[in-house]
C-alpha cells in the first residue's frame, strides 16, 4: 500500500527555516517522482517542488525557486523538504505525494491519496 506521511511543520519567524519530512512506505523510493503541495487557507493547492525518481531531477515553483531544497534519503525511504528565508506567504499546509516531475513541470499524479499535511505557518 503506498503511503507518505509528513511532518516537520510549526511555526516560523520571516527569514527563518523549516525542514519538512516525507516518509514514504509500499513503493521503491528511487522508482518514483515526490512532490510537495501546499495549499493556503481559500486557495487552490499548488506544486511547490518535486524530485524525479531514477534520474533525481528537481523542480522548483517560482515562488519558492533559492529558497527551499528538495533531496531524499533512498535509505531512509524519506524526502525532505528544507526550506529557508521563509516569507508570510509561505503559511499553508504542505502535502506529499507522488508526482509527475520534470526539470520544468510537476503535477499529482494520481498513484498515492493525499494525506494530513504538515501546517506551516511563517508569522513574527
Known amino acids: 500500500q503506498v503511503q507518505l506521511v509528513e511532518s516537520g511543520g510549526g511555526l516560523a519567524q520571516p527569514g527563518g527555516s523549516l525542514r519538512l519530512s516525507c516518509a514514504t512506505s509500499?513503493?521503491?523510493?528511487?522508482?518514483?517522482?515526490i512532490g510537495w503541495f501546499r495549499q493556503a487557507p481559500g486557495k487552490e493547492r499548488e506544486g511547490v517542488s518535486c524530485?524525479?525518481?531514477?534520474?533525481?531531477?528537481?523542480y522548483y515553483s517560482d515562488s519558492v525557486n533559492g529558497r527551499f531544497t528538495i533531496s531524499r534519503d533512498i535509505a531512509k525511504n524519506t524526502v525532505y523538504l528544507q526550506m529557508n528565508s521563509l516569507k508570510s506567504e509561505d503559511t499553508a499546509v504542505y502535502y506529499c505525494?507522488?508526482?509527475?516531475?520534470?526539470?520544468?513541470?510537476?503535477?499529482?499524479?494520481?498513484?498515492?491519496?493525499w494525506g494530513q499535511g504538515t501546517q506551516v505557518t511563517v508569522s513574527a
Open positions: 505525494a507522488t508526482s509527475f516531475c520534470s526539470g520544468s513541470f510537476m503535477n499529482y499524479d494520481g498513484l498515492s491519496a
Open positions: 524530485i524525479g525518481g531514477r534520474d533525481a531531477v528537481t
Open positions: 509500499g513503493f521503491a523510493l528511487g522508482h518514483y517522482a
